[in-house]
């Protein structure tokens, strides 16, 4: 924990199948980071690779209809007709401890998140190096029939039209060079004077007048 100063949101975009779950899994196998992962809640249904609490909460539909009513989710979005969001009381927790979160989100819930707590947040877009590569990723994946892969293809056209709103953009035509650059985002990011003043302040008072 960092206690002298409030941690931020870290958020990978990416069209399905470009990479962003990739990197964020390397992201959290580096234990020196100390990330801590946003489970998302979703009312799709759980794939074959998937773990309950791990990679998504899995919630029926009712449920969340009622945190989006009252309050409870931080953002949320219709993705492919299921929903997906994160519960915003475990994300001010962490914040509070001066410890970072991920976000492995879509733009939609990035949008959210920027409108509610967007001095804290640092999104990254994470796109393609083509779109015959991505469809050729999603095909390796195998865990979709071809007319979802379709789908989800047709909206990465939309999503890639959304990278401007983000604060940084990576083309991930090769997986280890994208993960270095995240990591030099988030070693900047930390040492920004808005994140560190509280915690410098009386370094710098001791500094001058000690």
Known sequence: ????????????SSPSGAGKTTLTRMLMQDK?????????VTTRTRRSSEVDG???RFIERREFERMKAE??????????????????????????????????????????VR???????????????SMTELRARLERRAE???????????AARHEIERWRNYHYVIVNDDLQRA??????????????????????????????HG
């Open 1 to 12: 924990m960092n206690p002298g100063r409030r941690g931020m949101i870290l958020i990978l």
């Open 32 to 40: 020196a980071l100390d990330l801590t992962l946003s489970v998302s």
């Open 54 to 56: 791990i990679h998504y």
């Open 71 to 112: 309050g409870d989710l931080l953002e949320w979005a219709e993705v492919h007709g299921n929903g997906y969001g994160t519960p915003l009381a475990p994300v001010e927790a962490v914040l509070a401890q001066g410890r970072d979160m991920l976000f492995d989100i879509d733009w939609q819930g990035a949008a959210q």
């Open 115 to 129: 409108e509610r707590l967007g001095d804290d947040v640092v999104s990254i877009f994470v796109l393609p190096p």
């Open 144 to 154: 979709d029939s071809a007319i979802t892969i379709e789908k989800r293809l047709e």
């Open 179 to 208: 993960y270095r650059d995240v990591l030099a985002i988030i070693a900047a990011e930390r040492l920004k004077v808005r994140r560190v003043q509280a915690g410098v302040a009386p370094f710098v008072e001791r500094l001058v």
